[in-house]
């Protein structure tokens, strides 16, 4: 069993930066990927960036490549996404998930945090 909580997330303007974090719990050894999705109201969840538990590989999607970076410290269990140059765009719920493999498919991903608003206004 697997605990994800995020925080971070919250209101600033167009070309601000955040960073989230996705405290783990639990038998997380199990899993070899933790990865960052964002879901709009009406839209699917779409996957932002992963990467391996045990290495440094990672893959951002193309809205968020360059500009954004996400990395982990294994020492607190813990998963960031660090987010620069918002734009309004951005505006979703964001969550952290865990999955057995490489993979920004979120049907793939067996468990998941609670979410936290990020709000980009113009």
């Known amino acids: 069993q697997v605990q994800l909580v995020e925080s971070g997330g919250g209101s600033v303007q167009a070309g601000g930066t955040l960073r989230l974090s996705c405290v783990a719990s639990?038998?997380?050894?199990?899993?070899?990927?933790m990865g960052w999705f964002r879901q709009v109201p009406g839209k699917e969840r779409e996957g932002i960036a992963a990467r391996y538990t045990g290495g440094d590989s990672q893959y951002y999607a193309a809205s968020v490549k360059g500009r954004s970076t996400i990395s982990r410290d294994n020492a607190k269990n813990s998963l960031y996404l660090e987010m620069n140059s918002l734009k309004p765009d951005d505006t979703a719920m964001y969550y952290c998930?865990?999955?057995?493999?490489?993979?920004?498919?979120?049907?793939?991903?067996?468990?998941w945090g609670q979410g936290t608003q990020v709000t980009v206004s113009p």
């Open positions: 639990g038998r997380t050894d199990s899993y070899n990927v």
């Open positions: 998930a865990a999955a057995p493999f490489y993979t920004l498919n979120p049907r793939d991903y067996d468990y």
